[in-house]
């Protein structure tokens, strides 16, 4: 689909590029369709792009997208789609030309997106972008510019089976001492005492991130002691038993899976997996900030979230309407909604505090989250070599085949290209 | 030419135990389609309660991607066939020059990696606005069926003897009404064997599935597997069940045509 | 001329396997009907001729529309695949259509890799280890139900279908059967006491390598077993007989009659296998995903991932050129060294 916002040219000069596939031409008619940046007249409705596609999120969302297209006087057209197909599909969007009005992001894509110049920095539309935490606001922003705001963040935490605790004689892990001995003490034939994603996937590295930088790992340097004793870790954990080697093979969903079927005690994971955990009414669970190195340390864990931004389109009242309806969804108000659906954290700090006393047992993620770090804050276009390198790394380190140091050694060279 | 004394029930027995351990996987997709949701993590070894929510789920996941396959497969089958019978006829009944050629030029696909195909292809449909569509996957798909059609059907074709066309063209029966009305019903069994090798290959197509598709509009079922599997692992009898609806047409395929697959078989190039 | 339990009616022109005897023949196939047409022609008138000539002109077009498919699908893929190879295409492609001209840094970039040995290794070490076992099997399934017996049809039918299943479907269920914690493998390995801990199938780095190659072997037995199957049954049974007769024992017999008489069937099997196996994806990708720490990444998967996981498009296609250029001089290596195997190759084709 060749949009008519492109200039007659480059169509051409599209239609060319595949210039021997006369037949296909013949099939599509690379001729003109028109594309949603096209009206010109009054803006009576805009499209956005998400990937909740999961009731009850998508619901809610999509509740949300209505009421605060009302007020800026437009319906909303929302399509979700899976989420290792939204990038794809937004590059894809991209090439042709039909990038939705407003297109949600996972926050470390936005740097990588809005470097294709893709995007629109959010300060044309007078976005106020003050009184937002810091990470957030960090991840959002392209060489000095905000193109994205999240209404909502979250991170990863500890959960845990409070029947198999209690009935060990367990207390909740703080420090990786304990969390090694509580693991080993909970384990039982077809039980594990801890499981976590060492999938060798971007999703396997954002769970090994706190271990990483709880303990003053860096993404930018890898080959450290510190990011060889969090990944020790994670190996002893999985040497002495404690922990399956399938982790290796696990999505954060698998891990969930193991959790609830009572197949491990405790499990890293994310609070937008509270709603499934709460459905189990024979499941006891409860939740704690991720076991630090030592006693009295902060953790330091990677904040998660999804950002709305405004793509690049020939139509400025669509992108004003756009614009309009991102700041709705991040006014103080709909940020405590959405933080309750999903047991997430308001991305404004005034907010989160107001949300810690209405729900207290959302403190422990209002904290973590407090001290969370963006993925992208250090390296960011660069991130996803590290990342690569970090997953690569736990793979090459928990089967054995490397150990943590030379592991680590390796993954410096991918996360450097060299 | 009679063989040596047949062999009895030992052999049968035997052959059973083979079968049997090549058919485990099999029967053990059929189990774990009848657990009950949640413990198939742990199933026992023999469906003792059935139990069908799994298709249930599956049939509501998944029964538009089966649709899809249904069609594209379709679809493939009729663009295979109508582009390969008239070659395949061409090539087998005219000594034209350039026959050597267009035959190197078949085999040659058999080399070529889908991944390549999928790789170019991507960037064109991607210009072309035929990711996501049926069109696209189908014609896609049929990169694997209509070299294996050609082959099979010219195989076929050659053995027309020629006597039949000529008669036909003595009567005054143009070129294409021979082709029609002599060659094509003559050549029934190669057609249905290509046709259901297509149907085959283009029903199990994954690769395409997975690099030409980026929404769920148009997704093979395929490819629903394979995302069903990453999300629903507590569901596996749905995945299992999917899994299972997923091999009816080949089990159903082997169990009327079975001929046309050792026929296909042994005229080569399959995958 | 047929026992009545080949599969395939007579009906069919199964293609006969050339024993070596006539070595050529079916080769010197399309000349010969040539020649004939030409003896034909000299008989007619020139009006006829004429006619021909322009009958020449209809036979293409009846070529033509698949020719141009092929083309488009096959031909153009591969020009296109070799330019963007020399292309730097990043995630800004994407949205400014440039992907300037990189020269070689592509192919410099993926030949360097820490991946690239390993990966090729593992390429070599999956085709080897399939191709052998589903050729071993394969032979060895031929020739037990080459024997007559009560359901013997039936139960070769049944042998189809691990072949006829979606890759998907039947990776699927492997994977589940083969999980370390709760796969009924280890389950039935545990039960039997052979292996107190079970074998960590897909968490193992060789394990995991051995577990693909295991797979792909069971899904390939029955097209080995098929096509061997029809190679045992053109070999004439009177030879069989008269080995018999001169003393040979079913070993005797195997090595001196069949194995000679079934080896262009034996190229051409091994041939294909090694073609097809070499870029063997969706198997891999399915049990393993290419892991745990890459054991399982072949040449294939690899280009899989550069183009459509890190939108590496440009190396993606340098990667899979690669494997064209693996899988093609494999396939002429072997052309040119066995002449015979290549007569049966295009008696085939």
Redesign the interface.
């Known amino acids: 689909m060749i949009s008519s916002a492109m200039p007659r040219a480059q169509r051409i000069a599209a239609c060319l590029r595949v210039g021997s596939v006369a037949l296909l031409l013949a099939v599509t008619g690379c001729g003109g369709k028109t594309g949603p940046g096209s009206a010109t007249g009054k803006v009576t409705s805009i499209t956005v792009l998400d990937y909740y596609t999961d009731d009850p999120e998508h619901t809610q969302w999509g509740d949300l997208l209505t009421a605060c297209g009302k007020t800026a006087g437009v319906t909303v057209e929302q399509t979700s789609v899976p989420g290792a197909s939204l990038v794809p599909k937004v590059l894809q969007q991209a090439s042709s030309r039909t990038l939705p009005d407003l297109l949600m992001l996972d926050n470390p894509d936005l740097q990588r997106i809005a470097q294709t110049g893709a995007l629109t920095p959010l300060g044309q539309y007078g976005i106020d972008s003050s009184g937002f935490a810091k990470g957030i606001l960090s991840a959002g922003t392209y060489e000095g510019k905000v193109y994205g705001l999240a209404p909502d963040v979250s991170t990863i935490a500890l959960f845990y089976n409070k029947d198999m605790l209690a009935e060990s004689g367990v207390d909740v892990p703080r420090t990786w001492a304990e969390l090694q001995a509580a693991a080993a003490e909970l384990t039982r034939p077809g039980r594990y005492g801890m499981a976590v994603d060492a999938n060798a996937t971007f999703e396997g590295t954002w769970q090994f991130l706190p271990f990483l930088w709880s303990n003053g790992g860096d993404e930018s340097q890898l080959d450290t002691p510190q990011a060889a004793q969090a990944l020790q870790l994670w190996v002893d954990l999985v040497k002495s038993g404690s922990m399956s080697k399938s982790v290796l093979n696990w999505t954060q969903a698998d891990v969930h899976d193991q959790f609830v079927a009572g197949r491990t005690a405790m499990m890293i994971n994310g609070p937008w997996r509270i709603p499934a955990l709460n459905e189990d009414k024979n499941l006891h669970w409860g939740v704690a900030t991720i076991p630090v190195p030592q006693a009295g340390q902060t953790p330091v864990t990677p904040l998660g979230g999804e950002v709305w931004t405004v793509p690049q389109n020939n139509s400025k009242a669509r992108q004003e309407k756009a614009a309009q309806v991102l700041a709705c969804l991040n006014d103080s108000t709909n940020m405590l909604t959405l933080a309750e659906q999903h047991f997430t954290v308001p991305s404004r700090p005034a907010a989160a505090a107001q949300y810690a006393e209405q729900v207290p047992s959302m403190a422990a993620f209002v904290e973590s989250v407090e001290a969370a770090r963006a993925r992208t804050s250090r390296l960011g276009v660069k991130w996803p070599e590290a990342a690569t390198g970090i997953y690569t790394a736990v793979q090459s380190a928990l089967t054995g085949e490397q150990t943590p140091q030379e592991a680590l050694k390796h993954a410096q060279r991918i996360a450097t290209g060299s | 030419m009679k063989r040596a004394p047949d062999r009895g029930w030992p052999s049968t027995i035997i052959g059973i135990g083979l079968v049997a351990v090549m058919m485990f996987p099999v029967y053990w997709m059929v189990n774990a389609s009848l657990q009950p949701a949640g413990n198939t993590l742990q199933g026992g070894w023999f469906p003792l309660h059935p139990d069908f929510s799994g298709y249930a789920t599956a049939l509501r996941d998944q029964g538009r991607n089966i649709v899809t396959s249904l069609v594209v497969a379709l679809g493939s089958v009729a663009l295979s066939l109508g582009l390969a019978a008239p070659a395949a006829y061409a090539l087998a009944h005219s000594p034209v020059r350039g026959t050597n050629l267009v035959l190197f030029g078949v085999l040659i696909t058999q080399m070529v990696p889908g991944i390549v195909v999928a790789n170019a292809l991507y960037s064109a449909y991607n210009d072309l606005g035929l990711l996501n569509s049926y069109l696209g996957l189908i014609l896609a798909d049929s990169t694997a069926a209509v070299p294996f059609a050609i082959i099979i059907m010219r195989a076929f074709m050659q053995s027309i003897p020629r006597e039949i066309i000529e008669a036909a063209r003595v009567d005054g029966a143009g070129r294409l009404r021979v082709f029609r009305s002599v060659v094509l019903p003559v050549s029934r069994n190669a057609l249905v064997t290509a046709a259901v090798f297509t149907f085959l290959f283009t029903w199990s197509d994954f690769l395409f599935a997975l690099t030409l598709t980026t929404t769920n509009t148009v997704r093979p079922i395929t490819l629903g597997i394979y995302e069903y599997m990453g999300a629903h692992t507590n569901q596996w009898n749905a995945v299992m069940a999917t899994a299972v609806l997923a091999s009816i047409p080949a089990a159903v395929l082997l169990a009327v045509a079975q001929r046309y697959f050792a026929f296909g078989a042994t005229s080569g190039a399959v995958k | 001329?047929r026992?009545g339990s080949?599969?395939?009616?007579d009906?069919?022109?199964?293609?006969r396997v050339d024993t070596g005897a006539e070595d050529g023949a079916v080769a010197a196939?399309?000349?010969v009907?040539?020649a004939a047409?030409e003896d034909d022609k000299h008989r007619k008138d020139r009006a006829l001729i004429r006619a021909r000539r322009w009958?020449?002109l209809?036979?293409?077009m009846?070529?033509v529309?698949?020719?141009?498919?092929?083309l488009?699908?096959?031909g153009?893929?591969?020009?296109?695949?070799l330019v963007?190879s020399f292309q730097q295409y990043t995630?800004?492609?994407?949205?400014?259509?440039s992907a300037p001209f990189a020269g070689l840094q592509n192919y410099s970039k993926v030949l360097s890799s820490?991946l690239f040995p390993k990966a090729l290794l593992t390429t070599v070490l999956f085709t080897a280890g399939s191709v052998f076992g589903q050729f071993v099997l394969g032979l060895a399934?031929a020739l037990?139900?080459q024997?007559?017996?009560?359901?013997?049809r039936v139960?070769r039918?049944?042998?189809?279908?691990?072949w006829?299943?979606?890759?998907?479907?039947?990776g699927?269920?492997?994977?589940?059967?083969l999980?370390?914690?709760?796969g009924?493998v280890n389950?039935a390995l545990r039960g039997l006491h052979l292996s107190s801990s079970g074998i960590?199938w897909?968490?193992?780095?060789s394990q995991a390598l051995a577990s693909v190659i295991l797979v792909n072997i069971?899904v390939g037995?029955p097209?080995n077993a098929?096509?061997l199957?029809?190679g045992l049954q053109d070999i004439p049974?009177?030879l069989?007989?008269a080995a018999k007769l001169d003393g040979a024992g079913p070993v005797a017999s195997f090595r001196h009659v069949t194995w000679p008489l079934l080896r262009p069937v034996v190229g051409?099997v091994l041939v294909?296998g090694v073609?097809?196996t070499?870029?063997v994806?969706?198997v891999i990708?399915?049990v393993?995903?290419?892991?745990?720490?890459?054991?399982t990444e072949t040449i294939?998967t690899q280009?899989?991932e550069l183009?459509?996981q890190?939108?590496e498009?440009g190396r993606?296609?340098a990667m899979?050129?690669v494997?064209?250029v693996i899988?093609?001089a494999f396939?002429l290596v072997y052309l040119r060294a066995n002449r015979r195997a290549r007569n049966v190759?295009?008696a085939?084709?």
């Open positions: 001329m026992s080949r599969p395939v009616p009906r069919c022109p199964t293609l196939g399309a000349p009907t040539g047409e009958e020449r209809a036979q293409w009846f070529i529309p698949a020719a141009a498919y092929l488009l699908f096959f153009y893929p591969i020009a296109k695949n963007m995630t800004t492609t994407f949205y400014t259509g820490d399934f037990f139900f024997r007559r017996f009560p359901l013997g139960l039918g049944l042998l189809l279908l691990p006829l299943l979606p890759l998907v479907v039947s699927t269920t492997w994977k589940w059967m999980d370390p914690d709760t009924v389950n960590p897909l968490t193992g780095t069971w037995i097209f098929t096509i199957y029809g049974a009177h069989h007989e051409v294909l073609v097809y070499v870029k994806l969706d990708l399915v393993t995903g290419g892991g745990p720490a890459n054991a294939a280009s899989y183009s459509f890190q939108f498009f993606g296609a899979s050129n494997l064209v899988s093609l396939a190759w295009e085939v084709a």
